[in-house]
């Protein structure tokens, strides 16, 4: 199935006179098996060594393979590849929004790169605030939903792509994707929950289960994955709503609270910290005794979470009522907009009627014999 | 979609009796499954869309949210949801910052910065990327097209995905030309349509590799270049609307009216709330700002406190408020038991309102020692003159009809006040982005670019290098063509200056500060409330509302005017230091004030001048000069100042003939008009300064005229001193420069490396010219 070559024009022809696919043994004898693995246990066990595993593969790839390949215009290259190299302008643009706020301020005279450095740490923090809420918010829904309905939007899949030949490479010709099961919500890849011997021994034991979260009766949880295959596919992309909603809303929020004034006093001197890191009780005390200031020999965290709680407070309780209330309504839009993604997500609007997005619950008839492949 | 196809086929030849809306599939003849028909096609080529179609798509963008909101959405539409909700997102950001900043320029800036972001994540792939590669290659790399269920989509997105058999012979012919495909080339079309995938391939790549760096760069350069047409552009906003408002009375707009309906909501609960309050200090303050409103002065409000308390319930007082007041301190039948002249004394006293009289009186007929008797006269004083107090302060709800009142005739006053307040800030205002402000920063980019400096220059100037500035201006002094340059441009700024804030502009706030003011007094004159009236105008107080947005007017304009003066006469006294007068002229004075002197002299005095019309704050001139480290004695003093300030002695012939050369003759005759009044009274009120702080300096002064200047007029007359104009501005300019030197090489070296790395793209392979030169040997 993945060697198809499609149009067989004399370009093709040239390419596969010598197409060996230089396919290792291994290689050949699962040649037309579906190598596609569900990483749930590994999700499961060691979520966090997991996630980093396949965050540090996309960073690495997207940096390195998927750019030569595009460069080259491989014909090798696909939409995974080119939405993982998304990544790349995503954290360019965040050292590069950084770096235009504070790298010229050095050349400054004071007070203009005083004036400079302060905009430029808010800046900074602003990027930083902006990219951890984002990724963080979207766990207020999701999180919820995983919960209650068994399904988890983030789940991975370890996919196993087989390319075709290119510049004389013959042998390396199997490489691997790590996508998200419910990444299309028009193609989940709902085969991979089959014989899954994590979710059960029944065959489909994940939809059984799945059914059961969704409030299935008993009797319907026999054709669970029919059932609930809709249903599932009705959450997911109501989860990718309100996410993609909430997170930005968050992510405006976290640069709001970047930009207050408690941020500009904010010391991060690393080198002073570092060397009096070890003793740095002591050096705080002499500052505090002779008057200095203390923030730049105390801890890091302190002063930083110092600076969180007053810059916070003053989003939502600015002095200047009109800044205030835009600080509250920002913030309430965002905390609005996570909980009416989890009443949505977690709510079956279609429970009563059946589903007219899905032909299946309109047009299969339970009590007719079915053939599922 | 296999599980449904297979429950249809098996119940064949059955059709399903509910169908969905829009199934991907339909049925042949005999009832059979097969595929749609298919409708896509491919978008017309654009590098720009039209702003009809981003709305339609941004309407149905929308609806999506609403069809996704019930789980019914698919992955195009959740990808284009998620573009609007970055955008929606990042609006929000934007509008919270724009309420947050206080200056109108930050807080456009926001929206600036907002969509100059986005339009560069837009522009940059389309600039750098698209429009080079579809005019050397033929391929649009970001070619849409429209898909059977009417979606648009990016032809080239995914590469496994092939659509590029939607490609219509002219396209492809157009293409393959370009691409320098071979004509007799077999299976030509299959080999343009390899090529026109690996260009997409390659321009979408290096689109991510450069989208990073380009976008924020390009952004802030966009943001960099729009800072000065949107300061402008917001300063020509303010003239008008402000001008607009006064004269249409914009008090009266929506805006101010839900402002005053607000706060007469306010007020009337305050009134509630604190009705049973009496009108003590405490509650009057409290009033008083309230009533006072930020628009007016504090001294406004110490007027209306002084009418507030004013606001006293006569109490009567009789035996029965003594007996009452007294209490049981003293002994109740002793007002039945005093003598017929202690009874009448009581009584005389009653009448006349005398509290010591009184209580002497009932202290007297106790029985006691004299000390005793002494100390209850105290207590029956102290206790009848605070039952007296206490009965004087009404309640504010005895009163609140009377604030009521004062009220209605403030808040107009008030909201009149407001517009004229923003007329005047507008022009003269001492905060950034007003026009004077912002008229003086240009007459320091005119004159920074008339001065022609290179950056080490430049970066010395910003440090306050007066050596460089003396030279720079030297220089600019000896060459005849840039020294009327220079002054004509100056010319230009000052006059429209002085059309903006000249005598008809001053004249046109006096009238209406008099007519707003006049209205107010007038109306709470007739309400009995004349102090605070006597506060806003009036012809025997000093110190009246109407006085002091007078003063302050005349003052801010004063000191622009005493800038702009002082600019011309430095460029003037550096032009005649170099031509040999100034020397001329100090000769001269010491000459007729009989002092002998030498070249050593006369060049220390040049110096002087030139360095005291540079750097000279209005300290150094009390200081007589000695602050600003020049130890000169009385007649040098007087020397320097005869030379810059002396009408008779400084006749200004250089500077006219250079005026009349740029602006004409009669201008440039009332422009040295303005000029000579300026010297005449900088010599008076600044110059003659007799500071009785430093003794030895006290007594020394030119012409021996003694000033009344306070300290603001003579800080207004002495103006700004150029070396700060100049080093300020040269700082903004040497920061700007350096930034955009920065940025701006690393933006045009992206952009280069881009389109270079763009000509590389969509070339033949070995094996595509292998084949080609195989095909021409066949």
């Given at each position: 199935m993945v060697y198809s070559v499609g149009v067989q024009n004399q370009y093709n022809k040239k390419l596969y006179e010598h197409a060996s696919f230089g396919k290792k043994e291994k290689d050949k004898r699962s040649k037309c098996e579906n190598h596609d693995a569900l990483l749930i246990e590994e999700k499961t066990k060691h979520p966090i060594s997991t996630s980093i595993k396949i965050q540090t593969n996309k960073l690495a790839n997207a940096f390195t393979k998927y750019p030569k390949k595009g460069f080259m215009g491989s014909k090798n290259a696909n939409f995974y590849e080119y939405l993982t190299m998304g990544m790349v302008p995503y954290l360019i643009g965040s050292g590069m929004l950084i770096g235009v706020f504070n790298f010229a301020s050095k050349f400054f005279d004071t007070p203009a790169a005083v004036n400079s450095a302060k905009l430029g740490k808010k800046m900074g923090l602003g990027v930083l605030a902006y990219g951890i809420l984002k990724t963080l918010s979207k766990k207020f829904i999701e999180v919820p939903v995983n919960l209650m309905r068994?399904?988890?939007?983030?789940l991975p899949y370890d996919k196993v792509v087989y390319e075709l030949p290119e510049n004389n490479n013959k042998d390396n010709l199997v490489s691997h994707e790590y996508h998200k099961v419910f990444e299309s919500v028009d193609f989940p890849r709902f085969d991979l929950f089959y014989n899954n011997k994590y979710f059960g021994e029944e065959r489909d034991a994940y939809f059984k289960k799945t059914a059961k979260k969704f409030g299935f009766k008993e009797e319907d949880v026999e054709h669970s994955d029919q059932k609930v295959k809709p249903k599932i596919r009705e959450t997911v992309v109501k989860t990718r709503l309100f996410t993609t909603l909430s997170s930005y809303l968050w992510a405006a929020t976290g640069v709001g609270v970047a930009m207050q004034k408690p941020w500009e006093s904010l010391i991060i001197n690393p080198k002073t910290r570092l060397a009096n890191f070890k003793n740095y009780k002591q050096i705080a005390k002499q500052a505090k005794e002779q008057g200095r200031n203390i923030a730049k020999y105390n801890y890091f965290y302190k002063d930083f979470g110092n600076k969180f709680v007053e810059s916070c407070k003053q989003f939502i309780n600015n002095n200047h009522k009109a800044t205030k209330y835009a600080g509250r309504a920002l913030l309430g839009a965002a905390v609005g907009m996570t909980i009416l993604g989890n009443i949505f997500a977690l709510h079956d609007f279609n429970k009563d009627k059946g589903s007219k997005t899905q032909a299946s619950t309109s047009l299969i008839d339970d009590s007719k014999e079915k053939v599922i492949c | 979609m296999t599980n449904v196809l297979n429950a249809i086929i098996a119940n064949k030849p059955i059709r399903p009796t509910v169908q969905d809306k829009s199934p991907s599939f339909t049925f042949d003849s005999e009832g059979r499954i097969k595929p749609l028909k298919d409708k896509g096609k491919l978008l017309p080529s654009k590098i720009f869309g039209s702003p009809v179609e981003y709305a339609k798509d941004l309407k149905q963008d929308v609806l999506n949210i609403g069809k996704a909101a019930k789980g019914k959405a698919n992955d195009h539409e959740l990808g284009r949801i998620n573009d609007l909700a970055m955008k929606f997102g990042s609006l929000c950001l934007a509008t919270y910052l724009f309420i947050k900043n206080p200056l109108k320029l930050s807080k456009a800036m926001e929206f600036v910065g907002f969509g100059s972001f986005f339009a560069s994540m837009a522009l940059w792939p389309k600039l750098a990327i698209q429009a080079p590669l579809k005019v050397r290659t033929g391929v649009d790399i970001h070619q849409k097209y429209i898909d059977s269920q009417g979606r648009k989509k990016?032809?080239?997105?995914?590469?496994?995905?092939?659509?590029?058999?939607?490609?219509s012979r002219e396209d492809l012919d157009k293409m393959g030309k370009k691409l320098n495909?071979?004509?007799?080339?077999?299976d030509r079309d299959d080999f343009i349509k390899q090529r026109a995938k690996k260009t997409a391939i390659q321009g979408n790549t290096l689109w991510m590799a450069t989208a990073g760096f380009a976008t924020p760069l390009m952004s802030a350069l966009i943001c960099n270049r729009l800072e000065k047409p949107i300061a402008k552009a917001i300063e020509k906003y303010d003239l008008i609307s402000s001008s607009v408002g006064m004269e249409k009375g914009a008090a009266n707009g929506p805006i101010s009216k839900l402002k005053q309906h607000l706060a007469q909501i306010s007020l009337n609960k305050f009134l509630q709330q604190n009705a049973d309050r009496v009108m003590d200090d405490k509650l009057v303050s409290e009033l008083a700002v309230k009533l006072g409103g930020k628009a007016n002065s504090a001294t406004l409000q110490d007027a209306i406190k002084e009418e507030l308390k004013s606001l006293k319930t006569n109490v009567k007082l009789d035996e029965s408020f003594i007996r009452a007041a007294v209490g049981d301190k003293v002994p109740q039948d002793i007002f039945n038991t005093l003598s017929e002249k202690q009874r009448t004394l009581l009584n005389k006293s009653i009448a006349e309102g005398s509290v010591r009289g009184i209580s002497d009186i009932i202290a007297s007929a106790v029985p006691g020692t004299k000390h005793e008797q002494m100390q209850l006269k105290k207590t029956i004083a102290s206790l009848i003159e605070k039952a007296k107090t206490s009965q004087e302060l009404p309640k504010l709800s005895v009163i609140s009809d009377k604030v009521q009142s004062m009220y209605s005739s403030l808040s107009s006053f008030a909201s009149e006040k407001a517009m004229l307040d923003k007329f005047i800030t507008a022009r003269v205002g001492d905060k950034s982005g007003t026009y004077i402000a912002n008229q003086w920063g240009r007459v320091g980019d005119k004159l920074i670019k008339s001065l022609k400096l290179n950056t080490a220059e430049l970066k010395a100037l910003s440090q306050g290098n007066m050596d460089v500035l003396m030279d720079k201006l030297s220089q600019l002094a000896a060459n005849e063509m840039e020294y009327d340059k220079t002054i004509n441009d100056l010319m230009r700024l000052i006059g429209d200056y002085e059309s903006k804030t000249g005598t008809p502009v001053v004249s046109r706030i006096k009238q209406k500060a008099q007519d707003i003011c006049s209205r107010a007094s007038g109306d709470l004159q007739t309400k009995g409330f004349s102090k605070v009236a006597d506060k806003i105008t009036s012809s025997s107080q000093k110190g009246t509302l109407e006085t002091v947005i007078n003063v302050n007017t005349a003052e801010r304009i004063s000191g622009a005017q005493s800038s702009f003066y002082r600019l011309i006469q430095a460029i003037d006294i550096i032009k005649k230091s170099k031509d040999g007068k100034l020397n001329q002229q100090l000769s001269r004075i010491l000459k007729e004030e009989g002092q002998k002197f030498d070249i050593a002299t006369l060049e220390k005095l040049s110096k002087a001048c030139q360095k005291v019309v540079l750097t000279a704050t209005t300290t150094d001139y009390v200081e007589k000069l000695k602050s600003a480290g020049f130890e000169l004695s009385e007649v040098e003093y007087k020397a320097v100042m005869k030379a810059l300030f002396d009408n008779k002695i400084d006749t200004a012939n250089t500077l006219e003939q250079s005026l009349s050369k740029s602006v004409g003759t009669e201008r440039a005759q009332e422009i040295l008009q303005g000029f000579r009044n300026y010297k005449d009274e900088f010599m008076n009120k600044v110059a003659n300064w007799q500071n009785g702080m430093t003794k030895d300096l006290s007594r020394r002064t030119v012409t021996g005229i003694t000033n009344s200047a306070n300290a603001v007029e003579r800080n207004n007359i002495a103006g700004k001193p150029i070396k700060n104009l100049i080093q300020d501005v040269a700082k903004q300019t040497y920061n700007s420069q350096k930034w955009l030197k920065i940025f701006g090489t690393t933006f045009a070296a992206l952009t280069v490396i881009t389109l270079a790395l763009g000509l590389t793209f969509g070339r033949k392979s070995k094996m595509e010219k292998q084949i080609e030169e195989e095909s021409k040997v066949k």
């Open positions: 068994n399904v988890d939007v983030n | 990016m032809l080239h997105q995914d590469p496994q995905y092939d659509l590029t058999d939607l490609y495909v071979s004509e007799n080339l077999p």
